[in-house]
């Protein structure tokens, strides 16, 4: 199998080294608009060097091609890929607003070619045993956490080029909160700008509660003033409580009355890109945990909280994002 790459930075980079280990899979061309990443990217593996994705699709002939580009960055990567029937793992966010996806998608499902996007705690070790834990039982709510630093990219400080923290990394808790809980259908936000206000245009801080469609209530918390990093999501329900951490890789809680504990490191980006190489090959789209589509859907609660948090009002999944940020820190 034969695979391209749009973008050379660090993401790629963990991707591509990833495909390396596989035997029957191939990186055959690097595109990349910094020739140097490009060129330094495919020199390793005797690719092809491009900075045009559109003279890298005419010139190669690709099984598929794995996309790590900022936000800020997506314009028809995607679209003529699946216009030439090429499969597309797209690292998240799959855009940079919801809008900007929806013709994506269209063309994608036109093609109905196969599609696997970065929602790698979905392929964690702790996440499989959890649902199976889970299995037949209710959850009454769940509570997620995602905690860290700045971001280390400039413009990932920038919420009209990154979409800020919520887009960014709480995305990821996001998409388990979706994963576990159900489609959500409101949310309530607030946002605070006590501490680092000068070097990001968005909230340090934000907390969401969530209704699901389904009754069930969550909530998130996410800053970037943390000295360390934390990724977690607690489940409770009829009588259970499930902690999961990301960070540590495992998982804790109460189940019947007996207490669980389980340590499962989970090379959780090679599961992915197996995954998604694996259902290429089957053309199986259901061996993929997160497809375009499904992560469009977690883009779109995103953009919903930012729009929460910043209006102090409820907001409705679904509905077009008004973009109501200021852009005022």
Known sequence: MEVGFIGAGKMAGILMEHIDSIDTTTITAV????EDAATAAAARRDASVYTDHEVMYANEDLDAVFIAIPPFAYDDQVRLAAERGIDVFVEKPVALR???GAATLAAIENAEIVTGTG???RYDEITETALTVLEGREIATLAGRYWNGLLASPWGNELEKSGGEIVTRTTHIYDLIRYFGGAVERVFAAGSDRIDTDAVDYPDATTTTMEHENGIVSSVSSGVTSPSWTAELDIVGDDFFLQLDYVAQELS????????HHEQPTDRYGREVESFLEAVRRGDP???RSDFADALRTL???WTVIDAAVSGEPETVGETSRSCYDGES
């Open 286 to 288: 259901t061996l993929v």
């Open 119 to 121: 929602y790698v705690f």
């Open 31 to 34: 595109c990349d608009v910094d």
């Open 98 to 100: 919801p809008s900007h």
């Open 300 to 302: 779109s609660l995103n």
């Open 253 to 260: 809680g109460s189940v019947d009355g007996e207490e669980i």
